[in-house]
Every structure is written in structure tokens, then in C-alpha cells.
């Protein structure tokens, strides 16, 4: 039997992909799509789940909305893969009680392109190594939020195998303290929005006479993330509660 996929922001520049995906794959069912400009779609998450039987929610929709849509789906049973920014470790840490209590999954990543999985990954590897690491933040112009999920994945991430060496506090900085950047999960992150970026993401480590940069960049095409994103869609059923971040999904 297929799965049955609703994908919310249907009409979007990664959700419009996802769902050429979902139509594309014998194994999968895009049964609804959400979309607030497409009058051929329905206009909520919620109202799309009570019409339709659904097995997961897929979100590619925008950090004001994402929230709520994830809770519409848990409420209802329904499994959610996330793809939207916007969301806070406290809010996975809500999300993920809500979707233990209703016997749910979540999968959830900053970035579902597979080398944004490596970079990931390789950075927390690093950090096992090296003690001193901050995190640049790239994107679009017209990006609302700051910082992307790719970035805030990597700095509690990274944040889980400890916190980075740092010989001047950022308290006690002088001049404008805001210039170190935004502490995330204890580590400084730089975001810089503008023209002609999609999303990067840079850590960079540094020790005595030595530096290591990790680097991703994606192009302008939304090609990447869904491969990632059908993984996850394939791998939610049975989970319960929140799994954070692509790379946990190819071990």
C-alpha cells in the first residue's frame, strides 16, 4: 500500500518539487497539497488532514506557520516531516513530548541534501577534536529568519559534544557585542543575508597555527532536498517523537 503524502507550501520552490517527487514514486500517494495562493489546494494544514486520510504530513512552508502546522498533524496522528526553518530546540522539545503522547514520528533537518548530511556530520567530528569552532550563516537576501536550520542544526549539534573554547567572553567584548554574532546551543553564529545566495552553511575550526573550514553551498535549484526529503518520508512510519537532522537516517 502507498503512503499517503500531504505536502504543505505544495506550490513553493522545494514543496513543488517534493510533489512532483510524490506523484513520480510508485510507492507514494500525494493525496493533498496546501497552499494558500493555489485555489486547487486546500488553504490549512488542518483542514486538509480532516478531509483526507493521510500517513505523512511532509512541511515546506515558512517559519510563522511551521509550528502549528506540525501540531495540526501530531494532534491528528499523522506523522511529519519537516523541512521548514524557523523552529527552536524548545520547540522540538515541545513537538517531541506532543508526538511521544500521540504515538507519532517526526524527522526534522535544517537541510535534507545529502551533503549537508556530511557536512554535519563531519563537523561533529571535528568538535571531538578541536575545542574552538564559530558557525557562518549565509542566505537569500529576503530570508526572514535567522539563523537558517541548517545552521542552527549544526550549533546544537555541535553543541551536544560540548562547548567551544572561548578565551574573550562575549560579555565581556568591547564596542558593540553584537558584532560576535548570535549564541546558538553555545556557539557564535554569523548571519548574513544577501542577493545571489541560497543557502550556505561554514564552521570553522581553528587550533594553534591550524584552521579547518567545512563548507556547503546549494545551488539554485531545489533538486538536492528531495531525495533527503523521500527518505524521510519512507522511514517516519513506526518512529516515535522528534529525530533531528538527515544524517541519523543513513546510518
Same mark, same amino acid.
Not at 165 to 190: I, K, S, Y
Given at each position: 500500500?502507498a503512503?499517503r503524502?500531504?505536502?504543505a507550501g505544495a506550490?513553493?520552490?522545494?514543496?513543488?518539487?517534493?510533489?512532483?517527487?510524490?506523484?513520480a514514486?510508485?510507492d507514494l500517494?500525494l493525496?493533498?497539497g496546501?497552499?494558500r495562493?493555489d485555489?486547487a489546494?486546500y488553504?490549512?494544514?488542518a483542514?486538509?488532514?480532516?478531509?483526507?486520510p493521510t500517513?505523512?504530513l511532509?512541511?515546506?512552508t515558512?517559519?510563522?506557520?511551521v509550528k502549528?502546522?506540525?501540531?495540526?498533524?501530531?494532534?491528528?496522528?499523522?506523522?511529519v516531516v !519537516?523541512? @521548514?526553518?524557523? +523552529?527552536?530546540a524548545a520547540?522540538?522539545?515541545?513537538?517531541?513530548?506532543? *508526538?511521544? /503522547?500521540? =504515538?507519532v514520528?517526526?524527522?526534522a533537518?535544517?537541510?535534507?541534501?545529502?551533503t549537508?548530511a556530511?557536512?554535519?556530520?563531519?563537523?561533529?567530528d571535528?568538535?571531538r577534536?578541536?575545542d574552538?569552532?564559530e558557525v557562518?550563516?549565509?542566505a537569500s537576501a529576503?530570508?526572514p529568519d535567522?539563523p537558517?536550520?541548517?545552521a542552527?542544526?549544526?550549533?546544537?549539534?555541535l553543541g551536544?559534544?560540548?562547548?567551544?573554547?572561548?578565551p574573550?567572553p562575549?560579555?565581556?567584548?568591547?564596542?558593540?557585542r553584537?558584532?560576535?554574532?548570535?549564541?546558538?546551543a553555545?556557539?557564535? !553564529?554569523h @548571519?548574513l543575508? +544577501?542577493p545571489?545566495?541560497?543557502?550556505s552553511?561554514?564552521?570553522?575550526? *581553528?587550533? /594553534?597555527g =591550524?584552521r579547518?573550514?567545512?563548507?556547503?553551498?546549494?545551488?539554485?535549484?531545489p533538486?538536492?532536498?528531495?531525495?533527503g526529503?523521500?527518505?524521510?518520508?519512507?522511514?517516519?512510519a513506526?518512529?516515535?517523537?522528534?529525530?533531528?537532522?538527515?544524517?541519523?537516517?543513513?546510518?
Amino acid at each position: 500500500m502507498a503512503i499517503r503524502v500531504c505536502v504543505a507550501g505544495a506550490t513553493g520552490w522545494t514543496g513543488s518539487a517534493v510533489a512532483e517527487a510524490v506523484r513520480a514514486a510508485d510507492d507514494l500517494e500525494l493525496v493533498a497539497g496546501v497552499s494558500r495562493s493555489d485555489p486547487a489546494s486546500y488553504s490549512s494544514v488542518a483542514a486538509a488532514l480532516d478531509a483526507v486520510p493521510t500517513d505523512v504530513l511532509v512541511d515546506y512552508t515558512h517559519a510563522s506557520v511551521v509550528k502549528q502546522n506540525v501540531v495540526a498533524a501530531i494532534e491528528r496522528g499523522v506523522n511529519v516531516v !519537516v523541512g @521548514s526553518s524557523g +523552529l527552536s530546540a524548545a520547540d522540538y522539545e515541545e513537538l517531541d513530548a506532543a *508526538a511521544r /503522547a500521540h =504515538e507519532v514520528g517526526v524527522i526534522a533537518a535544517g537541510n535534507f541534501s545529502l551533503t549537508a548530511a556530511l557536512l554535519l556530520r563531519a563537523a561533529v567530528d571535528a568538535a571531538r577534536h578541536l575545542d574552538a569552532w564559530e558557525v557562518i550563516d549565509f542566505a537569500s537576501a529576503t530570508k526572514p529568519d535567522a539563523p537558517s536550520g541548517t545552521a542552527r542544526e549544526l550549533a546544537e549539534r555541535l553543541g551536544v559534544v560540548r562547548a567551544p573554547a572561548a578565551p574573550v567572553p562575549v560579555d565581556d567584548v568591547l564596542g558593540a557585542r553584537e558584532a560576535r554574532g548570535a549564541a546558538v546551543a553555545g556557539t557564535q !553564529v554569523h @548571519s548574513l543575508r +544577501l542577493p545571489s545566495f541560497v543557502v550556505s552553511t561554514e564552521v570553522v575550526f *581553528a587550533a /594553534a597555527g =591550524e584552521r579547518l573550514t567545512i563548507r556547503h553551498d546549494a545551488a539554485e535549484t531545489p533538486a538536492p532536498y528531495v531525495a533527503g526529503t523521500l527518505l524521510a518520508v519512507r522511514s517516519v512510519a513506526g518512529r516515535v517523537g522528534v529525530t533531528r537532522g538527515l544524517d541519523r537516517l543513513l546510518e
